[in-house]
Structure formats: C-alpha cells, structure tokens
C-alpha cells in the first residue's frame, strides 16, 4: 500500500499539485487539515481534493472557514487571511469542508489535525506531549499535522524517541506505536521551502519523508493580487 499523507496545504494549489504529480501512483490520499487559509485558492485546492478523492479531517483553519469561532483565536494575519478566505470561498468547498470529521481511523491510523486529544488545536512540540497523546491514542499510528513540521514520536519501552526527518528520510516502525507528521504542504516551517508530505504503508508501518520544490513566486503573486498580509506572503521564501 502506498498512501500519500498530506497535511496544511492552506489554499496553495501549485504546492498541492507538485505534490500529486510527485507522488504519482497511490493507492488513497489522506489529508490531515488546514486545506483552507492563508493561501490564495481555496475553491481550486478543495476541487482537486474532491476530484481525486481525498479523505481526511478538519483543521482549525477549515473550521473557522465554515464561520466557526475558532477565528477569535487566530493572530492579526491569521485573521485577516480569514477574513479574506470567507469572502472567497464558494459554497460547494464549504460544504466540503463541512462535512469533515474531527477524527477519522482508517487502516490502523487515527487521523487528526492538532493531536489525538485535542484534534483542533493542540500542537505536539516535545516528547512529552507526544506521550501524552500517545497515552491516549487508539490506534497503532496517529497522524497529525498544525506545527507544520515534519517529525515523528516513536513508542519505544516507555521512552519517546523524536525522529527529524530529511528529504528522503524512510523510518519503519517495526511494531513500535508512534505520531507522525508528514509537514506541510502548502506553508513549510522548517526552514526548508519545499512542499513536504510523506508516503506511508500503515500495515508495514514504514514510511518516506518526500520534499517537493513548487513555484512559489506563481503563489506569492496571486496572495498580493487578493491583498493578503506581507508576511505570510514572504514567509514562503523562507519556509519559516
Ligand atoms: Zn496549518
């Protein structure tokens, strides 16, 4: 099995699309949230979500898209950007995002955004978050996105081992339980600027670290012409 796992692709459609041509064959696409904010094309990144059948859960961003309050909680750019995507957005994408759940199993995984406890907002920094959540975690493999950050929480005799992964990095859990996050796809924040995402076959629990290089020049024009805030503009160059 080989699944494409994508998280916060925040409305960037040439990220999203450099990463389905780069992954290219794939059994099933999961995605981890924030499809929507910050970026300029919401209606185009949920579309070719849905035309190639896409499953996955709510992020923060979606939610606040839908009019939820989880606006109030954004900072100043968050918000505007927000602010912007509501006006934008048409209906059908929020009838799409809508209908995602908070969480979702599937094969052995548990999908959600932030963490298994807090699947909107928690962000899994540390080990000790990790086996925090990893206490409560259902499943042999929690997927989670929000920090932007690929890495992975590997279960090993009560320790928590934290893997960094690189472009390429191929890591097998070999039973151990663990979260992984695939990094983002549409506003990396790792000081790397290319579009991350990972491949991952749950039943052998092993899994690729993939980096994909997108015109990100293409984005930042589109996210001045809609009048979306400088720094989340040129953030972009900088993967921070
Ligand atoms: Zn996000």
Do not use: K
């Amino acid at each position: 099995m080989r699944i494409a796992v994508l998280s916060d692709i925040h409305a960037n459609l040439p990220a999203l699309d450099a990463v389905l041509a780069d992954a290219g064959q794939v059994d099933a696409i999961w995605h981890l949230g924030d499809v929507v904010g910050y970026g300029p094309d919401p209606d185009g990144v949920v579309a070719r979500l849905r035309d190639v059948g896409a499953i996955g859960v709510r992020g923060n961003h979606d939610a606040a898209a839908c009019g939820g309050t989880e606006i109030d909680w954004f900072n100043a750019d968050a918000r505007r950007a927000m602010e912007w995507t509501r006006t934008a957005i048409g209906g059908r994408s929020i009838e799409w995002l809508s209908a995602l759940p908070e969480r979702r199993t599937i094969d052995g995984c548990e999908l959600v955004h932030g963490s298994p406890r807090d699947p909107l907002w928690e962000y899994i920094l540390s080990p000790s978050i990790a086996r925090d959540n990893l206490a409560v975690l259902g499943q042999p493999i929690g997927l989670h996105g929000h920090t932007h950050i690929p890495v992975a929480y590997v279960e090993d005799d009560g320790r928590v081992d934290r893997v960094a992964p690189r472009r390429g990095t191929e890591l097998g859990l070999e039973g151990h339980r663990a979260l992984v996050n695939p990094g983002s796809v549409g506003q990396p924040r790792d000081g790397d600027t290319s579009a991350s995402y990972l491949i991952l076959d749950p039943a052998a629990g092993s899994m690729t670290w993939h980096r994909v290089e997108y015109d990100i020049g293409a984005v930042q024009a589109a996210m001045r012409d809609a009048g979306l805030p400088g720094f989340l503009i040129s953030r972009l160059s900088i993967g921070l």
